[in-house]
């Protein structure tokens, strides 16, 4: 893509990756220099950057946090978002828009497509979904929100980090394994981002996961086995699967929240990649020293 691009939340996770994959031309702003929360601010960033279109990778992602400040869990994943998505309108910008499978309540018994009827268990999934209402809802067919599930990295704090650093210390791992989804590399998720934010056919509500399905605990099994088998682990470690009920968290998880990502992929032309393909490039990654080693 040829146009002016902005990454909003550029260093958190996913916004190091979209700026790692970006092309030519692309900023990157952090939330000191861009608060979603802070709307004169934020005019400032995009006046002054001009972008013709602005990748948002800003929000609150505390899940469990949202349940005891749900006021700061709206603050920014709602009216930050529906604040945003006003200032695109009225310089005329794209918007493309991250969200997330928490949205559903994981009752549908497959997975869920776009036009399902979405159904938040958790503050910070209804605080979510109040944000796509708001992008689609201001900015029509110029704002494109791609939901996506379980993301995880080569840096930052994430689910793949921690079991990495816990089995490198040997310590048995428990792990849930009554949650099912998709594990989704940043590095998988941020090539697509630029692929939707190139098109301008593809406003409205999309969602992009890797391929195939998991739990929590075949995660972290397949984490330490190829760990393992990469050197990044001196030694395998046992994981146990776990009930939710045996793991308690202030907010309700989704039971399956697998995405079907089938009608991107048709308009796209290309399919997501299997998740432990995108494990394997991540591990890669930090085996050649380019993440956080655990």
């Not at 699967?241 to 089938?262: F, G, I, M, N």
């Not at 992929?265 to 998740?275: K, N, Q, T, Y």
Request: charged fraction near 25%.
């Amino acid at each position: 893509m040829n146009a002016r691009a902005l990454v909003l939340g550029a260093r958190g996770q996913l916004g190091c990756a979209l700026l790692e994959s970006a092309p030519p031309g692309t900023a990157g702003v952090g939330r000191e220099e861009a608060d979603l929360c802070d709307p004169r601010g934020l005019a400032r960033v995009l006046d002054r950057h001009d972008p013709a279109v602005v990748l948002n990778a800003a929000a609150w992602t505390a899940v469990d946090r949202a349940e005891e400040d749900p006021e700061g869990a709206e603050a920014v994943n709602a009216r930050g978002v529906a604040t945003l998505a006003r200032l695109c309108a009225e310089g005329g910008r794209r918007l493309v828009h991250v969200s997330t499978d928490y949205v559903f309540d994981g009752k549908l018994g497959r997975p869920y497509r776009p036009e399902d009827p979405s159904a938040p268990l958790n503050v910070y999934g209804a605080s979510k979904r109040r944000g796509e209402e708001a992008a689609l809802g201001i900015l029509g067919a110029r704002a494109a929100v791609v939901r996506t599930s379980w993301l995880y990295a080569p840096w930052g704090t994430n689910f793949l980090l921690t079991i990495l650093r816990r089995a490198a210390a040997g310590d048995a791992l428990r792990v849930v394994d009554d949650q099912r989804g998709t594990p989704t590399s940043v590095l998988t998720f941020a090539r697509l981002l630029w692929a939707v934010a190139g098109r301008d056919d593809l406003g409205g509500l999309w969602h992009w996961a890797d391929g195939g399905e998991t739990s929590w605990c075949g995660f972290a099994r397949a984490i330490v086995e190829r760990g393992v088998a990469r050197g990044l682990l001196p030694a395998p470690v046992p994981v146990t699967a776990v009930a939710t009920v045996e793991y308690p968290r202030p907010a309700r998880r989704p039971a399956v929240s697998a995405l079907d990502s089938s009608a991107l992929a048709e308009r796209l032309g290309f399919s997501p990649v299997p998740w432990e393909d995108a494990l394997d490039e991540v591990l890669g990654r930090l085996l050649a020293g380019r993440g956080s080693r655990p």
